[in-house]
């Protein structure tokens, strides 16, 4: 346990933010990794969700800016909106207690014109897509040559949807005296192949065994094709998750599999990469606000989910790849929390539960599915409701205010209201479903900084 104070950080308030943060010690890949990226050195560190990386090198990004300089002075490339958003939030709160530092997301989804707008004045610091980074680098209205610090966060995964050639020519617009780091889940050959490419004599950081997750309880059942979706159902009507994310292989079973639980009066979403973005943000908020119970999704579409406590995670299907299924359960054990991983195999996938035991190198514990299929469905239902109120960062809404609106002039109490995110342009809040016709008509009458916000359920 290292103490951040320990750490010759910059800003000198950077200290006091943490702390009221609740960062009080630094995670193993942070206290292996910040000292030599406060130093400037580049580093290469392989991490799995949730070991505290973002925070890593966001404290590194912070700790070398000039806000008297306004010219894009980092650049974090992501392999997915969601994971860009997660760490745009992310360093957003690392900075609070520093004025006038402009954090830009440039991602696909968004229109191009609104962010061309926005990069009329240069931003400290750009989180952001390969594809779209590129497309602002081509047009002239995204200029990097004042990049002291390049992030690659999630490489293994972006080299996996196909960004390796944008990667190169994104690095080829940065300085050459930078610093570079580099943060993979897993370690394939080709990622230390981009290491020895775009970095200096980096420090390699490996924080632990992928494969070592004690806190974790994980159960196999058996189960034909025929026989999972009648499984799952008991499964999620015997234990009532307050939250569980379902994994699948392909995009049209995410879908089958969330209609069918819809008809089963239990609360699903599905997530894959067909939607269109502005149905992906939808979903991700309401899972992320507890107006869904379930999420069916593909690995891909999944990466960069900001759930702070993932109940239950469900392999409908195995993964192909061991250290996949790794890193899909780890999402319910997130910085030392307890989870629950229950998969189903098929017959015809028992050759990759073989290669799961191998690669845990342990025996798998198996049940018997009839325990699951004997189960009396019963629905689970969402407690919340999440609701859109127009007007966001950009009309310097926070949450404070729409919380002092809603239990002020609004009459709720504070455990009415859940999780509140501020978006752009949007502002999202959580409302228990039972007072959500209230808080409708409510709103109408209720003034948010001097304003009268338009409401929304989100659907």
Not at 40 to 66: C, E, Y
Not at 116 to 136: M, Q
Request: glycine share 6%; hydrophobic share 40%; charged share 25%.
């Amino acid at each position: 346990m290292t103490a951040f104070s320990t750490l010759n950080l910059l800003p000198a308030s950077q200290i006091e933010n943490l702390n009221e943060l609740g960062y009080l010690a630094m995670t193993p890949v942070q206290a292996a990794s910040l000292p030599a990226i406060l130093e400037g050195r580049d580093v290469r560190a392989q991490a799995k969700t949730g070991s505290g990386k973002t925070a890593a090198f966001g404290l590194g990004v912070m700790h070398r800016l000039d806000v008297s300089q306004y010219v894009t002075q980092s650049l974090v490339l992501c392999p997915t909106r969601e994971l860009a958003d997660q760490v745009a939030k992310e360093l957003r709160r690392l900075a609070r207690f520093t004025a006038n530092i402009k954090i830009l997301t440039l991602c696909g989804g968004q229109p191009m014109n609104a962010q061309r707008d926005s990069l009329l004045h240069a931003p400290h610091v750009v989180v952001g897509t390969p594809g779209r980074i590129l497309e602002h680098l081509k047009r002239e209205t995204l200029k990097l040559d004042g990049v002291a610090t390049l992030v690659l966060d999630e490489a293994d995964r972006m080299l996996e949807m196909g960004f390796r050639d944008d990667i190169d020519a994104i690095i080829s617009y940065c300085p050459q005296q930078r610093q570079t780091l580099l943060f993979s889940a897993t370690w394939p050959e080709d990622i230390a192949r981009i290491s020895q490419r775009v970095q200096r004599d980096p420090l390699t950081v490996e924080t632990g065994d992928v494969s070592d997750l004690p806190s974790i309880e994980q159960t196999f059942y058996e189960a034909s094709a025929r026989e999972k979706m009648s499984a799952l159902i008991g499964l999620l009507s015997e234990r009532q998750p307050a939250s569980c994310v379902v994994f699948c292989n392909t995009k049209r079973e995410c879908d089958d599999i969330a209609a069918s639980l819809g008809d089963a009066q239990i609360s699903a979403l599905a997530l894959h990469g067909d939607l269109e973005q502005a149905e992906r943000d939808r979903v991700l908020v309401r899972f992320a606000n507890g107006s869904c119970r379930v999420l069916v999704a593909t690995d891909v579409a999944a990466r960069g989910l900001d759930i702070k406590s993932l109940a239950m995670v469900v392999n409908y299907q195995l993964s192909f790849d061991p250290e996949v299924h790794v890193h899909r359960i780890g999402r319910t054990a997130r910085a030392g929390a307890e989870g629950c991983a229950v998969s189903f195999v098929a017959p015809d996938e028992m050759q990759r539960a073989h290669a799961l035991e191998d690669f845990l190198q342990q025996r798998l514990a198996w049940r018997n599915v009839s325990e699951l299929k004997s189960v009396a469905p019963k629905p689970l239902r969402a407690e919340m409701t999440t609701i859109s109120l127009n007007g966001g960062r950009k009309a310097k809404i926070r949450p404070g205010d729409i919380l002092g609106a809603l239990t002020g002039d609004g009459g709720l109490s504070g455990d009415q209201v859940g999780k509140i995110d501020i978006a752009p342009t949007l502002a999202y809040v959580a409302i228990r479903q039972e007072l959500v016709r209230k808080v409708m008509q409510q709103l109408t009458q209720v003034k948010i900084k001097g304003k009268t916000c338009r409401a929304r359920i989100v659907k």
